[in-house]
């Protein structure tokens, strides 16, 4: 009974702390412009991009699967590097800036591996902000049960 309790409260808080993440599976195409400069020369930034599948969403954050973690020499974990993504949910899609906090390999061989990404919303424009928001709310989006989430092997987060 006690137990119960514990856990009901414990439950309210992580709610109130955390953003509630909503099991959603959408592409995802990231990119980010390479510095371009290389002391006096200069070079057209090229617009290199990765594509994925978000596995977990929220409010705050998105964590997603890619084949690669690094495009050419830029990594999309680490530095604050900031990320454009682009969502393609069904009612249309949804751009916004994030920056990768952690990640880690999934995938029992390398020829297989993957990386799930976890990392932070930072900026969004009111539009956009207002899709996602209502993509949240209100999808109902099969997922599948062999999904990969960071955390435990229950799908509980650490």
Known sequence: MIRELIARFNKSMDERVASVRHKREVPIRLSFAPNGQTGKLEMAAKIVFVAGETTDLSSSGIAFIVASIRVKENY????????????????????????????????????????????????????????????????????????????????KYL
């Open 76 to 155: 999309l974990v680490g530095e604050n590097r900031i990320l454009n993504a682009e969502l393609d949910l069904p009612n249309g899609k949804v751009s916004m800036k994030i920056v990768g906090q952690r990640y880690e390999q999934v995938g029992e061989h390398i020829s297989t591996a993957r990386y799930l990404v976890g990392a932070s919303i930072k900026e969004m424009t009111a539009e956009n902000r207002a899709a996602y928001d209502h993509f949240l709310r209100s999808s109902d989006n099969k997922i599948n049960p062999n999904r990969l989430t960071f955390g435990t092997e229950d799908g």
